[in-house]
Structures are given as C-alpha cells and as structure tokens.
C-alpha cells in the first residue's frame, strides 16, 4: 500500500542529488507540516555516492598496495552515512523508466514509486558517439568497478610480458583523459620497474583529441601548462582529428590513418542518463 505521505524524490545520488536531499532536510528539521505532508527518498544505482573526480588515481594503484575495501572507501561515501539521522530514506534501485504523466518511477525489479514532486540529478554517462567498435574495445571510467578492471588490465599485461612496448590510447584530451594520460605514464613505468624492466620504461601513452587542443574550454595558459607537463613526461599528444572506428587493437582516424594500441580508455565525452529519454527530456 502506497505510504499516505506524498513523495519528494531525488533521483541520483551525485554532487546535485546529495547537496539537494541535505538542503530539503534542513528544511524538513524546521517544519513540522513539511514532514506531516511528505516523505523525503533519494534512488541510487548504488549504496555510496561516488567522487568520480578520483578514479583515474584508483586506476592507477598497483594490485596488493591495499585492499579492495580500503581503496574504495577513499573515493566513496555510503549512502547511510551520509543520511544518518536525517529524514532521508535512501534506497538502492535502477530507475528504468519515468513516466511524468502518471508522476511514476518504475526500477529494473519491476517495483514502482509514485512522486509527488521529482529531482533529477541523474549525472552522465560515457557516450560514444556511435562510433563502431568504441565501446566493445576500450576501457570506460565511470564507475569504481571500470577503474578497478583497467588497472588490472594493464597490470595483467605488463607482468605476463604479453605487450611490449605496451600502447596506451586515450580517447578524449578533456580534464578526466589527460589525468589519466599523466598518470599512467607513471604508473606503469612504476609497474615495469617492480618487473626487473628498467631499460625498458618506455610505454607508449597517446592523447588523441578531436577538437584543435587539448583541454577544450580551459584558458590557454593552463592549456600551454598542460602540453609541456605532458611533453615532459613521454605523453603523445594527437589534436584536430576524430577517431571514426575502433576495431580490437586499432583505431580509424579521420584523416585515413590507423593507430594501433594495446589498450584503449575512452574518455570522449558524456552525455545524459538514459533513462531520460523516457521522460521526453532527453
């Protein structure tokens, strides 16, 4: 039986989702008729709020330095803790589809949530722009689960021996592909030095980026900043050509050419929650 209090949803437990909730509850501590009237739920892909900011570091933590467990309470916040002694109800579902007619929310076991007033805060979601063989052949960083399953990739690969000089193309040059690029040029030099390779601590780390810069939107003095840092520590860097095809160990380039790579992290861009298409919003 649906609960006689109306429902004040948020949908996404990000940035946005979390600042929301915490500032609704501060309004439902001060007012009795608030809390009389409506029951205050925040919905979730998952249990803890995730800063997505980090995960290019937690891809490049060497397997054995900590637990599982330890790493990933560095970069997230259980849900529970958060809304401790608020009058908050979180709750773990998958939205799959919103129907704003009906003011209904239905989750991928079938249950439904019916709103009274509805947040979205759902966040982004890697997009790959239709290109063919973007997303079976390349490494996605969205989730902690993606940071965890490239890092043991690369590992995987340098400790069997399996790819030398080991390629590693990044798809995107924005802020989250060249943290990434910085940081595994160090990472797996790091991991060939623990292999006995020093003479060989030469990873092949490419950027390739669309637009005519890398850092698209940054002021140019960061943008200069950014190319001498790169430059610096052995990152290849690829502007103003798009990629137009990934095949199993190969990228197509706009201009004809094929860069072949070992491994493939797409960080090309973002694009909204799926699930908004249901609503017409998206």
Not at 141 to 163: H, P, Y
Request: net charge negative; proline share 3%.
């Amino acid at each position: 039986m649906e609960n006689a209090k109306k429902n004040i949803v948020i949908a996404g437990a990000g940035f946005g989702g979390v600042t929301a909730a915490l500032i609704l509850d501060k309004a439902f501590y001060r007012s009795q008729e608030l809390r009389d009237a409506y029951q205050l739920i925040i919905i979730n892909n998952h249990h803890s709020h995730l800063y997505t900011a980090a995960l290019y570091e937690i891809a490049a933590i060497p397997q054995g330095h900590h637990k599982l467990d330890y790493i990933k309470s560095s970069i997230t916040i259980p849900l529970a803790a958060i809304f401790h002694e608020t009058h908050v109800d979180w709750r773990e579902r998958e939205i799959t589809s919103i129907d704003r007619d009906k003011k209904l929310l239905t989750f991928d076991n079938t249950e439904e949530l019916h709103y009274e007033y509805l947040i979205l805060a759902l966040g982004s979601e890697t997009s790959y722009f239709n290109i063919p063989g973007a997303k079976e052949h390349s490494f996605a960083l969205k989730t902690f689960a993606d940071g965890i399953k490239l890092r043991d990739r690369v590992q995987q690969l340098i400790e069997s021996g399996d790819a030398e000089p080991l390629r590693i193309v990044i798809a995107g040059a924005g802020a989250s592909g060249v943290e990434v690029a910085a940081e595994f040029e160090n990472f797996i030099c790091m991991l060939q030095k623990h292999q006995g390779k020093e003479a060989i601590c030469k990873t092949e780390v490419m950027l390739v980026e669309a637009t005519p810069e890398i850092l698209p939107g940054f002021a140019p003095w960061i943008i200069e900043k950014a190319k001498k840092r790169l430059s610096h520590i052995g990152v290849q860097i690829k502007t103003g050509v798009a990629i137009t095809a990934v095949e199993k160990d190969s990228v197509s380039l706009k201009d004809g050419t094929k860069l072949p790579f070992t491994v493939l992290v797409w960080a090309g861009g973002v694009q909204a929650a799926s699930v908004l298409k249901t609503t017409g919003l998206a």
